[in-house]
């Protein structure tokens, strides 16, 4: 495994090889020299960023913000704002038709774009024209320098490089538990012409998508709000009267607490149960609600719902479920609860902005709340709705079939097997969710240092939130239009990754 990474001191001499076998000896940019190093004359002002393999520099790419330029004392005027500079950018010739281009380049521009500049220009050699202006790069000067090394000064915007034919290929496959990896027709669908949302078609088609979403959680009322599945529990949370229980599952199981709170509720917490013991517990509370995630995203494990189904089915107990990161990922009955929640980002493999309060009664007016969480309005469009998100849904839901939503166990499957054959700690759960793992790291191994890592090599998992890097842990979701060789490639780099820090921890 390439690990691509800001260079150190300690790579200078493996840099100043690479640039003499580069622009000495294939280029001939720079008289030959016994030492067969070539030191560039802004080293010390330039950020590295290197591919390294078992040891060995494999490629290397500068960047410079410090005037002027290389271009810059070659007379070229750089266009007005503020750019970078991408130097020296160099991949043996062993590696050059692999992936380790893409993976520089993904690390160097995520660097660049990151530092807010306008944009970045790089001299570009004549022969390589046709895969600059692949990534977006365009002429914006005559060419420079002698017949044997000509250069064409090109820039790259930030818009030109998501614009750009290549950055379809750099855009890391997203194996998120939201946004997910959207199919070709579902990212058709959001370029769609706006239409009104009071016209009878936008109606029309909120009645249809509806419809289908009340078959998939068995709940005959659906009501579809703008926004993210904070809105929806929102909702829910103003609809809860009386003493209630809620589960502490974890982080989205306190984040219910939260919610609780600030809608003035009255409730007790107990942590989730595991066994028959845990729920005769409930028991002991007799609340008038229970509130609980089905998934809790946090740890990739599922609530039981058979016993909460049982406890509902044999006391007057109102049930409400944020179901966010259960929907789409198995088949499930919730005929048996009042109130779930669940979003378009998710398994249900559309865009996020639609959030969705699924009921077993038809929700009643309550003057007292804000208006737009009163869900009684919602007779199907109470306010101004994103008929566009409604189409990608629509195009999402044909194309999730029983089938596509049995592919997700079948990739967790490929992904605990994978890394139980790398030899990877991860002790599996007996209630683990199908549509998300969370891997805790162990210290001194860093989940943030292997989510970047993983991005590099073209898949974007998730750990840079607050309490994921608290718990130095990342999480990959089997959720998106992803296959089973995309989480064996995935389980194997991290494979990879965990076996090299370590033995490199151990020799230190």
């Known amino acids: 495994m390439i690990e691509f990474r800001q260079a150190t001191p300690e790579d200078a001499p493996a840099i100043h090889r690479l640039n003499y076998e580069t622009f000495v000896e294939e280029i001939p940019q720079h008289q030959p020299n016994e030492e067969r190093r070539l030191v560039d004359r802004f080293y010390d002002t330039s ?6 393999q078992d040891g060995h520099l494999v490629a290397m790419c500068a960047l410079r913000t410090a005037h002027p330029f290389s271009l810059e004392q070659k007379g070229v005027r750089l266009p007005p704002g503020e750019w970078m500079e991408i130097r020296l950018l160099a991949v043996t010739r062993s590696y050059r038709n692999t992936r380790t281009f893409a993976g520089l380049m993904r690390a160097v521009m995520e660097d660049a774009l990151a530092r807010g500049v306008k944009g970045v220009v790089i001299s570009g050699t004549t022969r390589e024209q046709k895969l600059y202006r692949r990534f977006g790069f365009v002429p914006f000067a005559p060419p420079v320098g002698p017949v044997e090394a000509r250069y064409i000064p090109m820039l790259l915007t930030r818009a030109g490089f998501f614009e750009s034919e290549t950055s379809a290929v750099l855009r890391p496959k997203l194996l998120l538990a939201g946004p997910v990896e959207l199919s070709l027709n579902v990212r058709q669908a959001l370029t769609s012409q706006p239409m009104p949302h009071r016209s009878n078609e936008a109606k029309r088609l909120l009645q249809n998508v509806q419809a289908k979403l ?24 103003v609809r809860l009267a009386g003493r209630g ?13 939260d919610h609780a709170r600030r809608a003035g509720l009255l409730f007790d917490v107990l942590a989730m149960p595991h066994s028959e013991a845990d729920w005769r517990e409930v028991e ?22 058979e016993r909460l189904r049982r406890y509902a089915g044999e006391h007057d107990t109102i049930v409400a479920i944020d179901a966010i990161s259960a929907v789409g990922t198995f088949e499930i009955d919730y005929s048996f609860a009042d109130l779930v929640t669940f979003v378009s980002g998710k398994a249900l493999r559309a865009a996020p902005g639609l959030a969705f309060v699924a009921m077993k009664k038809r929700a009643e007016p309550i003057r007292r709340i804000p208006r737009y969480l009163d869900l009684a309005q919602y007779d199907p469009i109470a306010f101004t709705q994103s008929m566009s998100l409604i189409k990608a849904l629509e195009v999402a839901l044909d194309e999730l079939t029983e089938a596509e939503i049995e592919t997700h166990q079948r990739k967790m499957d490929v992904l605990q097997e994978t890394f139980a054959k790398h030899g990877v700690p991860f002790k599996k759960k007996p209630n683990q969710a199908p549509g998300i793992l969370a891997l805790h790291l162990p210290d001194p191994l860093s989940s943030s240092e292997l989510g970047n890592q993983l991005h590099y090599h073209g898949y974007r998992v998730q750990f840079e939130s607050d309490y994921l890097k608290a718990a130095n842990c990342l999480q990959i979701s089997t959720m998106g239009w992803t296959t089973t060789r995309d989480v064996r490639a995935v389980a194997t780099l991290v494979a990879t990754w965990m076996h090299k820090k370590t033995a490199t921890m151990e020799r230190g």
């Open 284 to 305: 002991r509370y007799a609340p008038k609600w229970i509130w609980t995630v089905h998934c809790e995203t946090s740890t990739g494990e599922l609530v039981d719902m």
């Open 245 to 257: 229980l809620i589960l502490d599952t974890g982080e989205f199981g306190k984040r219910l607490m």
């Open 47 to 52: 950020t590295y960023w290197v591919g390294e």
């Open 214 to 237: 009340s078959r998939l959680v068995k709940l005959p009322y659906m009501y579809t709000l703008l926004g993210s599945g904070t809105v929806a529990n929102d909702a829910v949370a």
